[in-house]
T-cell receptor, first 116, second 115 residues
Framework: AQSVAQPEDQVNVAEGNPLTVKCTYS??????LFWYVQYPNRGLQFLLK??????LVKGSYGFEAEFNKSQTSFHLKKPSALVSDSALYFC??????????????FGQGTTLQVKP | NAGVTQTPKFRVLKTGQSMTLLCAQD?????MYWYRQDPGMGLRLIHY???????AKGEVPDGYNVSRLKKQNFLLGLESAAPSQTSVYFC??????????????FGPGTRLTVL
């Protein structure tokens, strides 16, 4: 069965400092990994994805994520946090070729709080 | 392009009442999905559709029905609402099976309260 774990309910960071939001996954087959962001009272917005190739993926708003196959992780990172980055972040996974093709499994979400 | 739109934005129901949530997309996407979002539980898939006229159960389908009569629309129905169905409902769409690695596009959500 596919699953995603985001071990931290909340991450607090000071503006200007680097941030990391953690994600680990479990799938049968090759994983396709995604990060989404949700601002208050809004839908989810796509940030970035890993399909294949370079393990470091760059996305919107200066975010990047590193795919680590041996640790089954896909942590979201940003070198310098902004107050406007404060939001709820979701990691999601699907696996091509499995019975779940096209269906995303989401983690429970991590609230990022960036303080001035 | 409007992307993915959802109607209504808010709704309050009494236990036992019925209602239909409408999702529309103008991106000619094959796949459409209905999720519910509850605090601390992320998004859970209710039902999905891989094309016009098709539907399939997701992770939490009980108490819900869906229809995909037109490619651009995906309806979610609650026949007899229960307080446990109080949630925020999101619709999403994506291009289709061949492009299963493509991201899903989400609507703004419907906040439903069942009293």
């Amino acid at each position: 069965a596919q699953s995603v774990a985001q071990p931290e309910d909340q991450v607090n960071v000071a503006e200007g400092n680097p941030l990391t939001v953690k994600c680990t996954y479990s799938v049968s087959g090759n994983p396709y990994l995604f990060w989404y962001v949700q601002y208050p009272n809004r839908g989810l917005q796509f940030l970035l994805k890993y399909i294949t190739g370079d393990n470091l993926v760059k996305g919107s708003y200066g975010f990047e994520a590193e795919f680590n196959k041996s640790q089954t992780s896909f942590h979201l990172k940003k070198p310098s946090a902004l107050v406007s980055d404060s939001a709820l972040y979701f990691c999601a996974v699907t696996a091509y070729g499995s019975s779940n093709t096209g269906k995303l499994i989401f983690g429970q979400g991590t609230t990022l709080q960036v303080k001035p | 392009n409007a992307g993915v739109t959802q109607t209504p934005k808010f709704r309050v129901l009494k236990t036992g009442q019925s209602m239909t949530l409408l999702c529309a997309q103008d991106m000619n996407h094959e796949y459409m999905y209905w999720y519910r979002q509850d605090p601390g539980m992320g998004l859970r898939l209710i039902h999905y559709s891989v094309g016009e006229g098709t539907t399939a159960k997701g992770e939490v389908p009980d108490g819900y029905n869906v229809s995909r009569l037109k490619k651009q629309n995906f309806l979610l129905g609650l026949e007899s609402a229960a307080p446990s169905q109080t949630s925020v409902y999101f619709c999403a769409s994506s291009p289709g099976l061949v492009h299963s690695y493509n991201e899903q596009f989400f609507g703004p959500g419907t906040r439903l309260t069942v009293l």
